[in-house]
């Protein structure tokens, strides 16, 4: 099972970019759908964003479309969320997941078997 850290969290003003890192263990890191979920204080996780194995595919919770972007560089065996225009609504713990290999991506946190610790991100108004 893949190992997943994340890091590039911080406090921020809105309006602010943050770009967050999800380092993996597995050198078939390709191999892998992954997604970014978050969690704010006294609610339940929800989706953030996916991409599918080969990179293809890409996948946002429409709270944000068109301000965030996932990515993965194979090579580095790195998965981003780059957050531009953040907002304090978006204010989580930020959390990426794998899916078990070759699996579609997914917006349902139950499709995914492996997680990072999360990272802290503030926005502040």
């Known amino acids: 099972q893949v190992q997943l850290v994340e890091s590039g969290g911080g406090l921020v003003q809105a309006g602010d970019s943050l770009r967050l890192s999800c380092a993996a263990s597995?050198?078939?890191?390709?191999?892998?759908?992954m997604g970014w979920f978050r969690q704010a204080p006294g609610k339940e996780r929800e989706f953030v964003a996916a991409i599918s194995w080969r990179g293809a595919n890409l996948y946002y919770a429409d709270s944000v479309k068109g301000r965030f972007t996932i990515s993965k560089d194979s090579a580095k065996n790195t998965l981003y969320l780059q957050m531009n225009n953040l907002k304090p609504e978006d204010t989580a713990v930020y959390y990426c997941a794998s899916r078990p290999r070759y699996s579609a991506a997914s917006s349902s946190d139950l499709d995914y078997d492996a997680w990072g610790q999360g990272t802290q991100v503030t926005v502040s108004s």
């Open positions: 597995e050198r078939t890191f390709s191999n892998y759908a």
